[in-house]
């Protein structure tokens, strides 16, 4: 293999046959491509005879959008495959396991997680996941602490963010979270029941000016190795595990955008409450749960983050008890201003979340969309005046009763 | 020249005569080796029959310092190749000409500014240079707006950022600007009489704090590519022009520490007139000049850097007078802040300033140390209340009355 090409079903077997830790022996494989085929091709390798398995990624050299193509990095493999790993090494069973990774043919061969479920299909399915607060929480803690510059070496560190630059998939970011929702983009796919709601997000003077601050802060801040895209999408689970997967977006920016990502998909999926419970009663105690969630998740981040800090801490000048505090302090804003950005942008953007995109009726729909754009909002506007992770509760809170 | 090793005198005029654009004839050359052998082999090469003549840099292996040597990457001679190369693109006539570079040989070949004197000397036998303001306000403003995510597509910028990764001299200033000053470390030079302002900065929790945030931007900042040691010392001057040298600590950090490196070693001259204005007079006279110099600094770039992003702001969500008026306010900050910690550390550091350090009388030389180190924690605690470049005045204004 010199030079890239999509894989064929027949090549895909061909390598899982060499990944002999998971095909000891020489049954029969089949594959089946199981990936939606905008951006990677998914093969599914399996060997009836042992019931084995593994997955193989390939990425693909361009992106396809409702009927687009643009060109895309294949560089993108190898940022996730070498991602994948380092977060293995970090927080290991959190992220599949990474049996080879081929950047020539920008390829992951990894454990094939089908018996977990994608989090956001568990959710919309009433699902509820009681170790997901703790499992996450440790993932995060764990992959940002020991790459930023408080847990490693200051010159590995800066070694290691030049394997991370991502300027192709940064750049997606950048537009569909930072930029097209505050303008009337193209691309923005808005509902005509809510112009009235994205044309106010446009003359919103405060709004912007706070926007625009947590786009600086995505662009500039070298703070930790992300993992740059984590929604309820891009983790699998079950009631008992957790795995984050498809980390291509992994890039070193703030810390508050990789926390703030899961809870704005969990603040999305409050949202669409006005469709999935049925009733006031379980609506309530499903909101309940969720907000739980996101205090559980914040609340043992910040926990194993200062343990991790006390403990392994690098540097001198930043050990101090109150720059630590200063430090969370800033880093719970941060998570509570990227989790209105990345709500905001799910709401009338082009890429929107089955939660709620998926609700038929109309007005509920209406009713959930305009409940998270009003949480977005105030987490945006109000992200540098919170000092605890109850403050985003009550927002939220507030924003439902006024829903109601 | 396949691999690197030091340049021979015979070898380095040899090179020289292949740079045609300023040898086109064929007279005699002669080199003088002209480095301080610390870091650098520096060669001036000169033709006499024509007067014509050039430098060639050669970075050496290792760094020697008070008789201890430690490694250092050869990478750092192509970092300041590179970025000469791009500030002389950005701000045309405010660097040396470079005539070629090559990284095998960590060689940069350049424009000989020897009718230039280093700025630090001829402010300490009491130059005036009315033209530095205009000139370093222009090449801070040009070079660090458009090397942002202000000024330059976002994607270019993130992989420029790839070609100035600088760990090892990055760890140089993190150690020596913010580590080793903030406690009792091997390195520090303190003079016996000031022990007790050395050890008054490491119980100051509020200058601790501080300073460990100022470490925290330096670290995680990536905003522009910075020069990265801009003290008057890498800055070449004549009334009429000035050239800014030796960017061999380029990297992607924070404005104001290029901003306020400049100003930190106006303060420190400004401290050190306790000893070379011999009345007064002439020293209220002196300090007025430095404090004015510094006031047109900030004034003129703040005037030039906004006047290029209303003209090639590149990105809409930040182009809001809003978003402006607040990125200039934090950026005054920053560049207070960074002034400050600019000057603490040569106050009793390893790496001192010829203004205060060749003070003979040691009284006088203790006023201008402690004035500094007063003025240095004013500015390093009040950075994030500043307004205006008015009150770092009164801030020197006010720690020099008190002094005398």
New interface residues.
Partial sequence: MSKYHPLSEAEAIEIARSITEVFPTGEALVSREIGDGNLNLVFHIKQPATGRSLIIKQALPYAKVIGESWPLSLDRARIEGESLVKQGQLAPGLVPVVYRTDADMALTIMEDLSDHVIMRRGLIEGGTYPDFAEHLSEFLARTLFFTS?LGMN???K??L??RF????L??IT?DFI??FP??DAESNNIEPHLRDAAEAVWQD?EL??E???L??KF?????ALLHGDLHTGSIFITPTSTKVIDPEFAYYGPMGFDIGAPIANLLLHYASQEHWSPDEASRRDRRAYLLTTIVELWTRFERKFRALWDEHGT????A?P??KD??MKRLLRDTIGFAGAKTLRRVYGLAQVADIATIPDRAARERAQRLALNIARSLIVTNRAASSIEDLVRIAENAASGAN
Avoid: H, M, W
């Fill in positions: 510059d200051q010159q590995d800066k070694v963010l030049g630059i991502n300027p192709d940064c750049k950048e930072f930029n505050y303008y003077q912007l000016l926007a625009a601050k786009r600086e662009l500039t801040q070298a703070q540097d001198r000048l930043l101090s109150a720059f200063d430090y």
